[in-house]
């Protein structure tokens, strides 16, 4: 028997079933990044992120190779505007959540504090989710007792939402770009007017000014 519809949602089709699974499968999850940090150093990480998007992460400084301190760094996550989204200091290892309010570009820097050329560099790590990846079906699953199958449904169509939506950005950006364009071409078509009005209106008072001189030195009639 087919699985009734899920509560609230509209129900799938068969048809775009498959190339959902595909797409899921090409798609898979994100790895987290790693990078050295040196002493007194500070590296910052960027990306762009659309409007009311859940945004999670979790990362972990591991401490210098033969140090006895410990790890030792700040982390700060701001927009493009420079509003503090996440900030902890002497930051070890922990997890931050937010949800974006606009489409910007969101920072998250790591600073050591540790002295510069005493020693070996710290190793950072940085798991970064957001959209469809952010959400915990886990706890979906167990508040709204669904089944494996359903979960698994539910994951395919926020996923298969994010993507119109990404596609439907795209192309929003596009008409933008387009408007753009074409008001651009608009007042360069202008301007070239204007410049070529300009230029016959200087050649035809030249033309008359050089008659008038010639005239006067009586070289001509």
Same mark, same amino acid.
């Given at each position: 028997?087919?699985?009734?519809?899920?509560?609230?949602?509209?129900?799938?089709?068969?048809?775009?079933?498959?190339?959902?699974?595909?797409?899921?499968?090409?798609?898979?999850?994100?790895?987290?990044?790693?990078?050295?940090?040196?002493?007194?150093?500070?590296?910052?990480?960027?990306?762009?992120?659309?409007?009311?998007?859940?945004?999670?992460?979790?990362?972990?400084?591991?401490?210098?190779?033969?140090?006895?301190?410990?790890?030792?760094?700040?982390?700060?996550?701001?927009?493009?505007?420079?509003?503090?989204?996440?900030?902890? /200091?002497? *930051?070890?290892?922990? @997890?931050?959540?937010?949800?974006?309010?606009?489409?910007?570009?969101? +920072?998250?820097?790591? !600073? =050591?504090?540790?002295?510069?050329?005493?020693?070996?560099?710290?190793?950072?790590?940085?798991?970064?989710?957001?959209?469809?990846?952010?959400?915990?079906?886990? /706890?979906? *699953?167990?508040?709204? @007792?669904?089944?494996?199958?359903?979960?698994?449904?539910?994951?395919? +169509?926020?996923?298969? !939402? =994010?993507?119109?939506?990404?596609?439907?950005?795209?192309?929003?950006?596009?008409?933008?770009?387009?408007?753009?364009?074409?008001?651009?071409?608009?007042?360069?078509?202008?301007?070239?007017?204007?410049?070529?009005?300009?230029?016959?209106?200087?050649?035809?008072?030249?033309?008359?000014?050089?008659?008038?001189?010639?005239?006067?030195?009586?070289?001509?009639?």
């Amino acid at each position: 028997m087919p699985l009734p519809p899920l509560p609230g949602r509209p129900r799938l089709g068969r048809a775009p079933l498959l190339p959902l699974l595909l797409l899921l499968l090409l798609v898979g999850p994100a790895r987290p990044i790693s990078f050295q940090l040196p002493g007194k150093a500070r590296k910052c990480l960027r990306e762009e992120i659309h409007r009311d998007t859940l945004v999670t992460g979790e990362y972990e400084i591991g401490a210098p190779p033969g140090s006895s301190t410990g790890p030792s760094a700040n982390l700060k996550i701001t927009d493009s505007a420079g509003h503090i989204l996440y900030a902890k /200091e002497d *930051a070890t290892k922990g @997890k931050f959540a937010f949800t974006t309010e606009d489409y910007d570009m969101f +920072e998250a820097c790591f !600073e =050591s504090k540790l002295p510069v050329g005493r020693m070996p560099d710290q190793l950072v790590t940085l798991d970064m989710k957001h959209g469809v990846e952010a959400k915990n079906y886990e /706890e979906i *699953a167990k508040v709204e @007792k669904l089944k494996p199958l359903e979960v698994e449904l539910r994951r395919l +169509e926020d996923l298969s !939402e =994010s993507i119109v939506n990404d596609f439907a950005y795209m192309k929003k950006r596009e008409e933008e770009m387009r408007d753009t364009n074409e008001s651009t071409n608009t007042r360069v078509l202008y301007f070239s007017i204007f410049s070529m009005c300009c230029l016959i209106g200087l050649a035809t008072w030249q033309v008359f000014y050089l008659r008038r001189f010639f005239k006067a030195k009586k070289l001509i009639e």
